[in-house]
């Protein structure tokens, strides 16, 4: 193990490598390689490729989660893989870009250690905010989004207090369904759903966009990390990706954050936050070619899971746990060829009846509302 006083670089666990964020962060890291040094490394899936990125980045630590039938097996030995990676001692910032609710417990620990997390995994957030504030007290930690939205706000209002700020309004690209009328939407197929139109993306969160489930993850997500209220988050659809979110301030000014869509910037701003350096490997700016830039307003009928989401944040509790646990079960099912499309939100929702006023006061609780959101949705599609 190599501490960061001797070599004068930053040690990076990359929780999640093999995935897109995971590969998409090691391009950075390895143009980055007088500043950051990759410690650690982890993967539940394309053991061949995790093996190559230890053989090219030759980290401390590197760990195969072993992938479980059981749900909850699986989210028992992944955990314990995905702390021990989160917590050591030559690792000062954590990217977390595992899916799910999985990522949740590395996350807590790294905080409760001091490390910066950089935050991929917006479940997290999502299921435990108030656990992830508690731990960034607690341990001294920090949060900072690599939610391409996420890291746009934060790049618009870093210098500002909080208080200056009247509202944001996170883009949504509006997924490769935005021109399906309800009646296509019935029979749209697993392709369909992957075929995102601005982004190349992991399975689960290419049929997140396409429902617009993602986007209620990133407002709660959103509320979380800056403190917002709900009536202050706002959405709107913006089909090119190139704006990726805008802050008002009290003085009626609208700052925004653009670049071509690539998820390297804000992987790259959430290790230097709040400095900024050079990187010749992001794709330069050409507002001509990225011409025109429009702006639509959601069609919450065709798209219900974005309202869901919303509504169970505002609701709090054990809410937007249920939220999110629904729609990953449901996602997965939809995955497997055994739910519908428009299936995915009618299980929240049913899930949402049942379960919202669940206890939600530690992470314990916190976990049982989980398991409990996805027995009910196992139980209506019998995957
Ligand atoms: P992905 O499916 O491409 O990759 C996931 C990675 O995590 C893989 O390396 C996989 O092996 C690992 N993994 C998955 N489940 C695990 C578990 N239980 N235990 C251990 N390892 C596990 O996913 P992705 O698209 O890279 O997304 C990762 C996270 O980043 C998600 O929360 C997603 O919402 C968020 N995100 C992704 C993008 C994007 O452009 N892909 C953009 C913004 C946010
Ligand atoms: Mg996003």
């Known amino acids: 193990m190599t501490p960061k006083s001797a070599t004068g670089l930053k040690g990076v666990a990359v929780l999640g490598s093999t995935g897109s964020i995971g590969t998409t962060a090691l391009r950075v890291l390895d143009r980055q390689r007088q500043r950051f040094r990759v410690t650690a490394l982890t993967a539940n899936s394309n053991g061949a490729l995790l093996k190559e990125q230890a053989r090219q980045f030759s980290p401390s630590f590197v760990g195969m989660v072993e992938s479980s039938a059981d749900a909850d097996e699986a989210w028992k030995s992944g955990t314990d893989a995905l702390v021990a990676a989160a917590t050591r001692d030559d690792v000062d910032i954590v990217l977390n870009a595992i899916v799910g609710a999985a990522g949740l417990d590395a996350t807590l620990a790294a905080l409760e250690k001091g490390k910066r997390v950089a935050l991929a995994n917006k479940e997290t957030l999502v299921i435990a905010g108030h656990l ?70 992991g399975r689960k969160i290419s049929v997140d966009s396409a429902t617009l489930a993602n986007k209620a993850l990133e407002v709660i997500e959103a509320h979380f990390l800056f403190g917002l209220p709900y009536d202050r988050i706002e959405v709107v659809v913006h089909p090119q990706s190139v704006v990726h979110s805008f802050v008002e301030f009290i003085d009626g000014s609208v700052v925004a954050q653009m670049s071509a869509p690539t998820m390297e910037l804000p992987v790259l701003y959430a290790l230097t936050h709040p400095e900024r350096v050079d990187d010749d490997g992001i794709p330069p700016f050409d507002p001509v070619r990225l011409s025109p ?10 798209f219900p899971a974005l309202r869901l989401g919303i509504d169970a944040g505002r609701a709090g509790g054990a809410a937007p746990a249920v939220f999110n646990a629904a729609n990953e079960c449901a996602v997965a099912a939809f ?3 055994k739910l519908a499309f428009p299936d995915i939100p009618r299980a929240i929702s049913s899930a949402l009846e049942k379960l919202s006023e669940l206890p939600s006061g530690n992470r314990e609780e916190l976990l049982a509302a989980d398991a409990a959101a996805r027995n009910h949705v196992r139980e209506m599609v019998a995957c």
């Open 132 to 201: 992830v504030s508690e731990a960034c007290a607690s341990g001294r930690g920090e949060v900072v989004p690599v939610d391409s939205e996420h890291s746009a706000i934060l790049q618009c209002i870093t210098g500002h207090p909080a208080s200056q700020v009247r509202r944001v309004i996170l883009t949504a690209s509006g997924g490769p369904f935005r021109d399906w009328s309800r009646e296509r939407l019935a029979s749209a197929t697993v392709e369909d759903a992957l075929r995102h139109p601005t982004w190349r993306m």
């Open 335 to 337: 995955l497997a060829g």
């Open 293 to 302: 830039m429009t702006y639509e307003p959601v069609d919450h009928e065709r």
